[in-house]
């Protein structure tokens, strides 16, 4: 089947540094990708659309300047979390649509990676 | 403001017997339903959707219910195995796929 893969797994990094968490399609083509947020014993929410080739598309409330995302290619998107501070530590997940025409008896096609947790000390 | 809640966080149930998570919605504009199974360390898998205009859908051993009036639906394991235990999270859109609203999930586990 269709597969995302996401990396890192797990990050730690000091308040004020950036990281970047890369989402791959592995065997299929996405233009577009979803980055995902996850508070503890929270919904996933999600924060912004990535779209190959353009601009990406963020949700009411989400910092663009702080989360900046990059998808330069059919199978790569990246999010990197700037001037990181221990308020933004979470897990962190992406998805893709790897089945376009899928319908709602696949979920529709959509294919989620395994997610990088983020903690900022 | 969350449309989508699962107001059950965690679920205990016995190997065999039946497993029902609840999922309930606030958007009467949401038409797709998803229940997504996640386990530690990875990404949420889909298990079983259903649209509004039908009331239930099975597949296996996992049969999902939906009451629109209510705004609410279910999801039943029915048996349960041990193989079942994660965090089950219901999800809804408004539009054929485009947006997915989750809920906070349930962790289910299923004692041998």
């Known amino acids: 089947g269709a597969v995302v893969s996401q990396h890192p797994s797990r990050v730690i990094c000091k308040s004020g540094t950036s990281v970047k968490i890369e989402c791959r399609s592995l065997?299929?083509?996405?233009?577009?990708m979803f980055w995902y947020r996850q508070f503890p014993k929270k919904s996933l929410m999600l924060m912004a659309t990535?779209?190959?080739?353009?601009?990406?598309?963020?949700e009411q409330g989400v910092e663009k300047d702080k989360f900046l995302i990059n998808h330069a290619s059919l199978t790569l998107s990246t999010l990197t979390v700037t001037s990181a501070h221990p308020e933004d530590s979470s897990f962190y997940i992406c998805?893709?649509?790897?089945?376009?025409?899928?319908?709602?008896?696949?979920?529709?096609?959509?294919?989620f990676g395994s997610g990088t947790r983020l903690t900022v000390v | 403001d969350q449309q989508v809640k699962q107001n059950s966080p965690s679920l205990s149930v016995q190997e065999g017997r039946i497993s029902i998570l609840n999922c309930d919605y606030t958007?009467?504009?949401?038409?797709?339903f998803l229940w997504y199974k996640k386990y530690p360390a990875e990404g949420p898998t889909f298990l079983i959707s259903?649209?509004?205009?039908?009331d239930k859908n099975e597949d296996g051993r996992f049969t999902v219910f939906l009451n629109k009036s209510a705004k609410h639906l279910s999801l039943h394991i029915v048996p349960s195995q041990p193989g079942d235990s994660a965090v089950y999270f219901c999800?809804?859109?408004?539009?054929?796929?485009?947006?997915?609203?989750f809920g906070t999930g349930t962790s289910l586990t299923v004692i041998p």
């Open positions: 998805s893709a649509r790897a089945n376009p025409s899928g319908g709602a008896e696949v979920g529709y096609g959509y294919t």
């Open positions: 065997d299929f083509q996405a233009t577009t």
């Open positions: 990535s779209n190959e080739g353009s601009k990406a598309t963020y």
């Open positions: 958007n009467s504009m949401f038409d797709y």
């Open positions: 259903i649209s509004s205009i039908k």
């Open positions: 999800a809804a859109s408004a539009m054929y796929g485009n947006q997915f609203y």
